[in-house]
């Protein structure tokens, strides 16, 4: 208990002090949302969007729901501000176990917020546009569905962010855009819309879509090992 008490106070304390870079967090969600929620809300159906453009978008947007903006973030390269707060950590000490449970807690916090705010956003301004557009129970499970991606996407996030250094986690953040890129443009060309996939499954199944909940386990699955594996490795890595 004292650990997670800990981990609330490295959390509250780096909110208060980014607490202005907030601003840009709200700003990006709604903007991301306003610019999927047109591209969506133009077509008469949802189920002819087979533009990778909109896989490519929901690809790359949704795991951003999982941190908020902060000094840290905006400065990892120039500065390699992960390594630094590392570093202050272990001269405190601070445990390691601390430190992941307080990103964890982050991740948890910039998941509500920035999911209300991205998620909220979009089905406001489709609404608006194409009132057809959405069932609200399925735009939950619909929400839920990519949270699983999220989870599984910000578990490869935060190995990178705490394992390397700015400049690596910059080249492997450009990588990872390749490839979803390529993922989505390859899943159209043979008639797959992951856009289309997962509305369709929410509609049918509601709660009890096999997609979501296949995409909620694999996605806390897949965070579970990633946060064991840092937490191996980050014992071990010289900050030096």
């Known amino acids: 208990m004292e650990r997670w008490k800990d981990a609330w ?5 780096d909110l208060q002090n980014d607490r202005l870079y907030l601003i840009w967090n709200v700003i990006f969600m709604l903007y991301a949302s306003l610019m999927l ?12 969007v087979m533009n990778p453009m909109s896989d490519f978008m929901m690809l790359m947007i949704v795991p951003f729901t999982g941190f908020f903006f902060s000094r840290r973030s905006f400065n990892y390269i120039k500065e390699n501000s992960y390594t630094q707060m590392l570093r202050y950590y272990r001269e405190l000490p601070i445990s390691v176990r601390t430190v992941l ?10 998941m509500l917020l920035n999911g209300i705010l991205f998620y909220g956003g979009l089905y406001l301004v489709t609404y608006l546009m194409n009132s057809n557009t959405w069932d609200f129970g399925a735009f939950i499970v619909f929400c839920f569905t990519w949270t699983g991606y999220s989870l599984l996407i910000n ?6 962010e705490l394992l390397m250094s700015g400049k690596v986690y910059l080249g492997l953040t450009f990588l990872l855009m390749l490839v ?18 997962t509305l369709e499954s929410s509609r049918r199944y509601l709660v009890l879509s096999p997609i979501m909940w296949y995409s909620l386990v694999v996605g806390g699955l897949g965070l579970t090992y990633l946060l064991s594996l840092t937490r191996r490795r980050l014992i071990k890595r010289d900050l030096a």
Do not use: P
């Open 9 to 13: 106070f490295i959390f509250i304390k």
């Open 37 to 48: 929620g047109i591209f969506i809300g133009t077509r008469e159906e949802v189920e002819l």
């Open 101 to 110: 449970r307080s990103r964890l807690i982050q991740l948890g916090a910039a």
């Open 155 to 160: 578990g490869v996030f935060i190995f990178c």
């Open 180 to 197: 979803l890129g390529v993922t989505a443009i390859v899943m159209n060309l043979n008639g797959v819309n992951l856009m289309t996939f």
